[in-house]
C-alpha cells in the first residue's frame, strides 16, 4: 500500500483520470446519470468503450442524455432502465429488468442522491434522505450482488460524502442508539443532519460489502466526489446557481467531482475496502470509529433488510 505513489489530485478531471484504461467488453451500470458529476461519470465511461447502464427515473432526460453521448462517440453501447428511487416498487423492476437482460456487471456506480428535497417522505413514508440514499440503493444492490458475483472481478461504487462525519453519533452510544439514529422514521432533524446519517449509511454499507464479498471477488470503494461539488444535488435550494458562481474558485467542477468515481470503478491500482477522496485514499476525512464499526455495519444491513421486507408484506 505504501509502494503506491498518487497520481490525481483533486482538480483530476474523469477522463484524465481514466488515462491509459480501456473499458471495451466492460459493463458498468450508474444510478442518477441525468445531472451534475452522473452525466460526467457516464460520459467517460461511454468514452473508455464501457457497455453502459443507465438507472434514472427520467427516460426522457436518459434518452437526450444518450442521444448527446453517441454524438461523441457513434459506436457507444448505452441502455438505460428506468428506476425511481423515490419508489422501492421502481427499484425492484429496475433490478428484475437488469437480470432479465442477462447482461454481466463488472461495475456498479450508487451515484444518485438528494440533498435537502422539497418531499420529505418518499412514497413508501421513509425519511427521504434515508429511504432514497440508503433503503433504495440498498435494495438495488441487493438485487444485482449475484450478477457481481459471477462477473468477477466487478466492483462497486458507492458516493458518500465527508459530511458524514456530522452525524453526531458518539462512538460510546448503544447500538440500538447508534440505529435509531442513522434511521430516522421522521424529517425530525435539519436537513444537513439527515443527508449526514444517510451518507454515513452509505459508508457503513460499503464497509460490509467488502467484508463480505471482496473474497468473492467484488471489490468495493466509498467516494466522497468533494466539497462543494457544483452539481445539481441541492437543486431545490434557492440562490444554488449564485453560491456556485462565488464558490467556484475553491470547488469541484462536475468532471472532476466524477473523477474519484471512474478512478475507482476502473483502475487495478485501487484497493478495496477503503473510503477515497480526490483519487486517493488516505482516510483524513473518515470518521473511523463510526464507519469501521462492523457490528453497526451488520446491524445497519440486517435492519434495512428488515424494512424492505416489512414494505413487501404491505404490497
Request: glycine fraction near 6%; charge should be positive.
Amino acid at each position: 500500500m505504501t509502494d503506491r505513489k498518487r497520481r490525481f489530485h483533486s482538480r483530476t478531471n474523469a477522463i484524465e483520470a481514466l488515462e491509459g484504461i480501456s473499458l471495451d467488453g466492460k459493463t458498468i451500470a450508474i444510478t442518477g446519470t441525468t445531472s451534475g458529476i452522473g452525466v460526467e461519470t457516464a460520459r467517460s465511461l461511454v468514452l473508455k468503450g464501457a457497455h453502459l447502464v443507465m438507472l434514472n427515473r427520467n427516460i426522457q432526460e436518459s434518452e437526450k442524455q444518450k442521444r448527446t453521448f453517441i454524438e461523441e462517440k457513434p459506436n457507444a453501447r448505452i441502455d438505460i432502465i428506468q428506476c425511481d428511487l423515490n419508489s422501492l416498487a421502481s427499484v425492484r423492476k429496475a433490478g428484475e429488468a437488469y437480470l432479465e437482460k442477462g447482461w454481466p456487471l463488472h461495475g456498479l456506480i450508487l451515484n444518485a442522491g438528494i440533498m435537502g428535497p422539497s418531499n420529505k417522505m418518499t412514497s413508501d413514508g421513509f425519511e427521504a434522505h434515508f429511504g432514497v440514499n440508503h433503503v433504495a440503493h440498498f435494495m438495488l444492490l441487493e438485487s444485482l450482488l449475484p450478477v457481481l458475483r459471477s462477473s468477477a472481478p466487478s466492483r462497486l461504487v458507492i458516493l458518500s460524502s465527508k459530511l458524514s462525519r456530522n452525524t453526531g453519533i458518539s462512538p460510546n452510544s448503544t447500538l440500538d442508539k447508534k440505529l435509531e439514529t442513522l434511521c430516522p422514521e421522521t424529517p425530525s432533524k435539519s436537513f444537513f443532519r439527515l443527508y449526514a446519517y444517510s451518507k454515513m449509511c452509505n459508508m457503513l454499507v460499503a464497509f460490509k460489502v467488502h467484508r463480505d464479498e471482496y473474497s468473492n471477488g467484488i471489490s468495493t470503494y466509498s467516494v466522497h466526489p468533494g466539497s462543494g461539488v457544483r452539481t445539481s444535488l441541492n437543486r431545490d435550494f434557492p440562490f444554488q446557481g449564485f453560491k456556485n458562481f462565488l464558490l467556484t474558485p475553491f470547488t469541484k467542477n462536475a468532471s472532476q467531482g466524477a473523477a474519484t468515481s471512474v478512478y475507482c470503478v476502473a483502475h487495478p491500482e485501487a484497493p478495496s475496502g477503503k473510503y477515497w477522496e480526490s483519487c486517493w485514499d488516505d482516510e483524513k476525512s473518515l470518521d473511523k470509529k463510526v464507519a469501521r464499526d462492523e457490528e453497526l455495519q451488520d446491524a445497519l444491513w440486517k435492519r434495512t433488510k428488515e424494512l424492505i421486507a416489512e414494505w413487501k408484506k404491505d404490497l
